[in-house]
């Protein structure tokens, strides 16, 4: 899947709708902020992930089919659906690269604290 659709971008999207913030200017008039759906329940979307998907149904993105990531008893791979043009999507959960997470938490870091000249 692209980056975009599970990227920065969406991620924070998400997360900021967990605030009052976000959910204010996704809803002026909502009295709560949007949240997540019930462990008990893992295939739900929630509030957050269906109005995230919305984003990505415009972006043309793969959209997330469930909340949480599941774990297969069988094959102990973790694992969460997404759909993109009627069909289903299994993304199999991995573990970054040291490389790869040092390099995007340098671009979190600049992000937070730009240099100022």
Known sequence: MKELTFGYGMTFLHESLHTATGTFVMNPTATTAF????PSTPNELGATVTKVNEFRNELGLPE???YFWQQDATTGKTT???TSG???????KTTMSTTDKQ???AI??????PIIF
């Open 35 to 38: 949240g997540d759906p019930s």
């Open 64 to 66: 997330r089919s469930q």
């Open 80 to 82: 969460m659906d997404w």
């Open 86 to 92: 009627g069909k289903t999507i299994t993304v199999t």
């Open 103 to 105: 390099a995007r938490r």
């Open 108 to 113: 979190v870091n600049f992000l937070i604290n």
